[in-house]
Every structure is written in C-alpha cells, then in structure tokens.
C-alpha cells in the first residue's frame, strides 16, 4: 500500500488515484482519454499503477522465487526480474522443463552481492524497455556481469546492446555491409535542419528508443518536417502514450521512404527459424498487428541466417524490406520481440504450425511440424542457453528432446 503522507509531498488527488481501487477503474473502465490525463499529469501514479497491472497479469507472481521440484537437469539458472513482469515467460519455461531457477532483482544498489551470491550456472534476461532509464540500468548493469564479472547471459549482451535502439542498430549494420534502408543519424542541429531543407520527401523520421511504430513518423510537408527538427533540438519529443518523462532530444533518425515493399518477420531461435508476412495498416508494418501466414521462401531465411551468423546471434528477430525487384533490406533487428500470446505460432504452413531448419545433409530448408512457442518462445531460449552451457562443459546432464519444447500440432 502506498503511503500518503506529507514527506512524500502527494496532493489529495494523486493519493486518491494510487488507490487500488482506482487501477482497477483505469484497467478496465477509464477511457482512454482520462488514460492519458493521469499518465501525462501524474506519471508516478500511471508508473505505481502499471506496476500493480503488470504483477496482476504473471501467473507466477506468487510462485516460489527458487524452483523447489525435482531437477532434470543439473545446473540453476538465474531469472532477472523484469520490471513490467516480462521474465514470467522464462519462469514457466523453467518450471515445465524441470530446469532450476532463481529470480534475481538486480534493480537495488546491493545488485552485485546478489548476483555473486546466487549460485547461478548462467543468467536468463528480458531488459525493461518502458521506459529508456530502465533500459539503460540494464545496459550497464548487464555489462558489468559479462565483461567484469564472467558471468554467461542469454541472450547475449551483444544481441541486448541494440535491443530497442535504432541508432545502435544502424551502426551495426552499418559497420557489418549488411543491407538496409538508407539511414541518417544528426547530432548536429544545423545539419539535421540542413537535410530537413532539401532531402526528397516523403521521409521517414524514428525515434531511438521505442517499438510497434510509436516513434516513427513520416513527414510529407517540408514546413512540418523542419519545425519537427526545431522540436527534437528544443525541449524533446515523446513517444505517443509513453511517460511524459521520458523525452528524447538533441538528435534525429531520418530513413528512406519505401513505400512499394513487404515486410517479413523472420525469427532465429537456437536453430530454430520462424516466419510470418506483417500486412500494412496506414504507412506502417509495424505495429498493424496484421500478419499473413506462409513459408517464408529459401532465399529469405538464407539472408536471415547469414546475417545472425555474422553476429553470432541466436536470439534475434530480422525484420526484413523485401523490395519489388527482389532486394533484402533489413528494417529491424529485436532480441526481444511482440508476441501475439504466450504460446501463439509464429510460423504456419497450409494450416500447420511448426518451424523451419535448415537441414546440412540436404542443404536446403526444411519445414517440421509442431509446437515451439510455449511461454512466449523461452522454452526455446533455454533450450538454446543448456545446450551452450553443455557446449563449454558446465552442465553434465543434457536435456531430453522429449523435455524441450516440441508437442503434438494444435488440433490434433
């Protein structure tokens, strides 16, 4: 329960609004309207009401912190608590696989202690993305465990580092020859104005930080685009219904408009390869939450795969630009991506759910049918995470096939 008291200097109104009953309001009867109000005028309060929402919506919010069943495999993994409750997926993929556990807030200034502490073999993480300071308390934070401590996270901290940040990305990209719409970054304002005044138009303008195209706008008018750029240099831009707090400023994101061009999502997993179409709403493919399901063709998830070798990615989503003359673009890389729910396909072939591998004796692509998207896909992140860990000889007991993920196709 949170106090209200004078100490904390809280009006009558925002202590009225940290009440329990008034997130269940705002849960499931506020308009949207009143949504924005509170989150624009009282972001602490919106902040302490998603906090209960999101406990709210974990299955395991009450569920032991340290598995306490019987273990089919002989390491412990530690689970970085997550503030918007995204790790539930690792904990119920580790309690379905018999893989012990322990949940690990490394938030609080004793984090280091806890994390020597913990007697983890190996660390499974779900930065917080709602806000860039959480983001950035793991960036560093993480850091410190692999480069300082040794310690082995899945996924990768290279795959974390540009999770969420678009610059980042287009470095990367950038730095690797690997194709992508055209890019420029301005830390400059009068560069960025420069390019404003006579770049073609229409143009599309990302912010940094931020997902499903609440960032992204494209502008088509040359007035609205140079008072835009006035706007990032002057006191900051905020993602559409993002915490007011959370501004971003004194730079800019402009990429090349493609209209004409299918986007793809394609998924690496371990060797595990998914793949749907994402439709178009508007100007955007991402965030329509409109997909068609088909086989990604050969070619597709070649590209996919050469270029998550490159970086020794196995936890990746590639976004990618198919061009009408046939042309690859990667739009986005994602660690961590949307799912539709906790266990809904990301691949689908003439009905049939499953994912493709790609089978060395043949050299081509092969489709196996199935289930392999339990707990939002983490069944498979750790699959992928003991199999590394069997790799370098720190875990004796390899797990089953019949443990890891795959089950009967739906329907059946």
């Known amino acids: 329960m949170v106090q209200c008291n004078s100490s904390k200097k809280l009006s009558g109104l925002r ?12 849960k499931g009867f506020c308009p949207k309207p009143i949504k924005r109000f509170v989150r624009r005028w009282f972001p602490c309060t919106y902040e302490a009401y998603n906090r209960r929402k999101w406990r709210a919506e974990d299955p395991y919010a009450d569920a032991e912190e340290i598995l306490i069943y019987q273990a089919k495999v002989d390491v412990r ?20 696989m018999g893989v012990p556990y322990k949940i690990l807030d490394i938030s609080g200034p004793d984090w280091i202690e806890i994390v020597q502490e913990c007697s983890c073999n190996a660390f499974l993480v779900h930065p917080s993305c709602e806000l860039s300071v959480w983001k950035q308390m ?4 993480l850091r410190v465990m692999v480069e300082d401590m040794g310690k082995i996270i899945y996924p990768t901290y290279d795959e974390l580092w540009f999770y969420e940040s678009k610059r980042r990305m287009c470095y990367w ?46 502008f088509r008018s040359r007035s609205r685009l140079t008072r835009w750029v006035k706007h990032c240099f ?7 219904d993002e915490d007011p707090r959370d501004r971003q400023w004194d730079s800019v994101l402009f990429q090349e408009y493609l209209p004409d061009v299918a986007e793809w999502r394609i998924i690496r997993i371990g060797e595990s390869y998914f793949g749907y179409e994402k439709l178009k709403r508007g100007d955007f493919h991402s965030g329509s939450h409109l997909q068609r399901y088909a086989r990604p063709s050969s070619e597709l ?46 691949c689908m072939i003439d009905g049939k759910e499953g994912r493709m591998i790609w ?17 939002y896909s983490c069944n498979l992140r750790v699959n992928t995470l003991l199999r590394l860990l069997q790799k370098q000889g720190l875990l004796t007991t390899p797990p089953k096939s019949s443990q890891l993920v795959s089950r009967p196709p739906r329907g059946d």
């Open 234 to 240: 002057g006191k900051g831009i905020i993602r559409k």
């Open 138 to 141: 793991y960036d560093e934070r």
């Open 301 to 346: 998830l070649s590209f996919v795969k050469d270029v998550t070798d490159k970086g020794q990615f196995t936890s990746m989503d590639v976004d990618v630009f198919v061009t009408l003359n046939g042309r690859y673009l990667v739009n986005e890389l994602q660690t961590i991506y949307g799912h539709f729910g906790s266990s809904e396909p990301q």
């Open 77 to 96: 993994l530690g689970i970085i608590k997550e503030f918007a409750h995204n790790h539930k997926g690792y904990v119920g993929a580790c309690r379905e």
């Open 15 to 26: 202590c009225l609004l940290l009440r329990g009953g008034w997130a269940t309001y705002l």
């Open 173 to 218: 990209l950038q730095a690797h020859g690997i194709p992508h719409p055209q890019t420029w970054i301005f830390y400059n304002y009068d560069d960025a104005m420069e390019f404003a005044r006579n770049t073609d138009l229409p143009i599309v303008f990302k912010s940094d930080f931020g997902s499903a195209a609440a960032g992204v706008k494209v």
């Open 359 to 375: 089978d060395t004796g043949s050299e081509s692509w092969q489709f196996e049918e199935g289930s392999f998207t339990q707990n």
